[in-house]
T-cell receptor
Framework: QKEVEQNSGPLSVPEGAIASLNCTYS??????FFWYRQYSGKSPELIMS????GDKEDGRFTAQLNKASQYVSLLIRDSQPSDSATYLC?????????????FGIGTKLQVIP | KAGVTQTPRYLIKTRGQQVTLSCSPI?????VSWYQQTPGQGLQFLFE???????NKGNFPGRFSGRQFSNSRSEMNVSTLELGDSALYLC??????????????FGPGTRLTVL
């Protein structure tokens, strides 16, 4: 079982719709969770971090965390063509006594005009 | 505050050669992590350095090595290059204070092509 799992997609949504990106993780002791956006040919850019159960909203983005289900998601409201990118889920967990960040493979999002 | 810088941005090498990549973290950040990114494999963790000490290492052969200097700048070295080493190498910096704000910020990456 992979430590962080994402559906690689592509996930296609029409412009203006809500895009829902999902991620599960295996280490129940994981503490911090991050979403990165990566445009083709560019490096990942941090868009959201979440540490507690529940929802965290930042503009059109909402991160949701459910530690009991080991599940974290990212909702993008009013999706725009400029949101088309790969979204990486990252989980911080303990490894060998230190914190380590493990990434999912990323979900490719396509917003159709 | 300046972001993470990586040099060089692009490299073309031939099999058997070695290469050194450099990363300068955000000022004040003491942790530097290195990742290899290839299509289909995603971001693969190479190693993490904190205050000149390697704290974590991924599942890569010994040809991949790194170090960190007292000013937190880090280098990674790949010896005896293979075709499969062609990838985007990303460096990420973080305060890694053990608190809730240990977010990682990535540099632009070094695109390595092995011919």
């Amino acid at each position: 079982q992979k430590e962080v799992e994402q559906n690689s997609g592509p996930l296609s949504v029409p412009e203006g719709a809500i895009a829902s990106l999902n991620c599960t993780y295996s280490d129940r002791g994981s503490q911090s969770f991050f979403w990165y956006r990566q445009y083709s040919g560019k490096s990942p850019e941090l868009i959201m971090s979440i540490y507690s159960n529940g929802d965290k909203e930042d503009g059109r983005f909402t991160a949701q965390l459910n530690k009991a289900s080991q599940y974290v998601s990212l909702l993008i409201r009013d999706s725009q063509p400029s949101d088309s990118a790969t979204y990486l889920c990252a989980v911080m967990h303990n490894s060998g006594g230190y914190q380590k960040v493990t990434f999912g493979i990323g979900t490719k999002l396509q917003v159709i005009p | 505050k300046a972001g993470v810088t990586q040099t060089p941005r692009y490299l073309i090498k031939t099999r058997g050669q070695q290469v050194t990549l450099s990363c300068s973290p955000i000022s004040g950040h003491r942790s530097v992590s290195w990742y290899q990114q290839t299509p289909g494999q995603g971001l693969q963790f190479l190693f993490e350095y904190f205050s000149e000490t390697q704290r974590n290492k991924g599942n890569f052969p010994g040809r991949f090595s790194g170090r960190q200097f007292s000013n937190s700048r880090s280098e990674m070295n790949v010896s005896t290059l293979e075709l499969g080493d062609s990838a985007l190498y990303l460096c990420a910096s973080s305060p890694m204070t053990g608190g809730m704000n240990d977010e990682q910020f990535f540099g632009p990456g070094t695109r390595l092509t092995v011919l």
